[in-house]
């Protein structure tokens, strides 16, 4: 196996596109929901499990370690928007990020978890494995909830994916920039 240097590994992960997500956890000491932009995968597909990155110096990611559950909302092109205004709220101020954004929260009956009411798709999740990397973490949980629109064709709605650090949809020619506070 070749070691990839960083401009090579950083080169090959711009070819990969990712649903954009917003997961969110629930900080105990604030009893407050934390909120952050990220991508995920799936990790197996039985019981499904999830995975998402997260910086090590993140106050989500250690809320997420600390609880160990987090909620996943997969979200559409037209809410782009608001995942821009959510980015460029400061990571150290203390406000319900998805309000300022102007999302509408909803919450799972189970873990009571707030996500994404009119997003895509919706997961509740249970931590069930972590791997340290260099300056990340990555997480892996499996889903105890799921929440979804019944039909995202009816409602308009289409995948907002990160591309080559763009976000977008499927469609090339309507990929933007993509306004970062950290790379993802």
Do not use: W
């Not at 997260?54 to 608001?82: C, D, M, N, P, Y």
């Not at 102007?102 to 069930?128: M, N, P, Q, R, T």
């Amino acid at each position: 196996m070749t070691e990839l240097r960083y401009s090579e590994a950083m080169a090959a992960a711009m070819l990969i596109s990712s649903p954009v997500t917003v997961v969110t956890t629930f900080d105990k000491p604030t009893e407050k929901t934390l909120a952050m932009i990220s991508t995920v995968s799936y990790a197996q597909l039985e019981p499904l499990a999830l995975s998402s990155g997260v910086l090590k110096k993140s106050r989500t990611g250690r809320a997420i370690i600390e609880s160990g559950v987090f909620a996943v909302s997969v979200v559409a092109h037209e809410q782009l928007s608001k995942l821009e205004s959510m980015s460029l709220l400061s990571a150290g101020q203390d406000q319900d990020k998805l309000s300022a954004a102007g999302f509408e929260k909803a919450k799972f009956a189970g873990s009571g978890l707030e996500y994404i009411k009119d997003c895509l798709a919706a997961f509740s999740l249970k931590l069930v494995g972590q791997v340290e990397l260099e300056n990340y973490i990555a997480l892996v949980g499996v889903v105890t909830e799921v929440m979804h629109l019944e039909d995202s064709q009816k409602n308009n709605l289409t995948a907002l994916i990160r591309y080559n650090r763009c976000y977008g949809p499927i469609d090339k020619g309507r990929l933007k920039a993509a306004i970062d506070s950290y790379p993802i």
